[in-house]
């Protein structure tokens, strides 16, 4: 079945074409959806020009109309980050600011538009907090309109104090590529169910 999409917005804190653990494990969460039939795409959030706010268009080139275009249009968002000094990473902090502008904007019922979406989250990092960084990231997407799946995080996190990344190992940890499983098959089961019953109008 391909009725569902998703989008996955990588928030490293790297600019295209630098090598970056955010994209490796947010491009294994989209293979995990494509082989659960939904299609996808990810977007490197610094590649794009997006300003600081909390309106749908801060004017001026900025580059959030476009993400919020491709957000409004897929069914799942995953949100991936790494964490810095134990928290997300500020470009994460960025969406979730520009994302706020959702709770006033609604559909003919009343409801806002992110209502029937569901969002899931996934962290990397060479040190513990991973839970932390997506308890954060979740109380955001949740009150703006998103829906969490069970289990709607994968991660990663290194020994502390060491520099070895996500991108270096050599092989896919199986607890991550098990966590990363379930997230996708949880969204996608979710979001089906959310698009033959939506949310009561106001």
């Not at 998703?6 to 970056?20: M, Y």
């Not at 959702?102 to 060479?126: W, Y």
């Not at 009150?143 to 990663?156: E, H, I, K, M």
């Amino acid at each position: 079945m391909t009725d569902l999409s998703c989008l996955v917005l990588s928030c490293t804190l790297k600019r295209s074409p630098a090598e970056s653990s955010s994209d490796l494990l947010g491009s294994q969460v989209l293979d995990a959806f494509r082989d659960l039939g939904v299609a996808g795409t990810i977007e490197r959030v610094v590649d794009h020009d997006v300003r600081f706010g909390v309106s749908t268009d801060e004017g001026d080139g900025d580059g959030w109309p476009m993400l919020r275009r491709k957000m409004l249009d897929a069914d799942i968002l995953v949100l991936v980050t790494p964490i810095w000094m134990g928290q997300p990473a500020s470009v994460a902090k960025v969406v979730l600011e520009r994302l706020d502008a959702e709770i006033s904007e609604t559909d003919d019922e009343g409801r806002p538009l992110t209502f029937g979406k569901v969002a899931a989250v996934g962290v990397v990092g060479n040190e513990d907090g991973a839970h932390h960084t997506s308890a954060e990231i979740f109380q955001g997407l949740n009150d703006v309109g998103f829906t969490l799946p069970a289990q709607a995080v994968t991660y990663w996190v290194g020994e502390a104090m060491q520099a070895v990344d996500y991108q270096d190992l050599d092989r896919t940890p199986e607890k991550t590529a098990g966590t990363t499983e379930v997230l996708a098959r949880n969204a996608t089961h979710l979001a089906r169910l959310l698009k033959q019953s939506a949310y009561p109008a106001e």
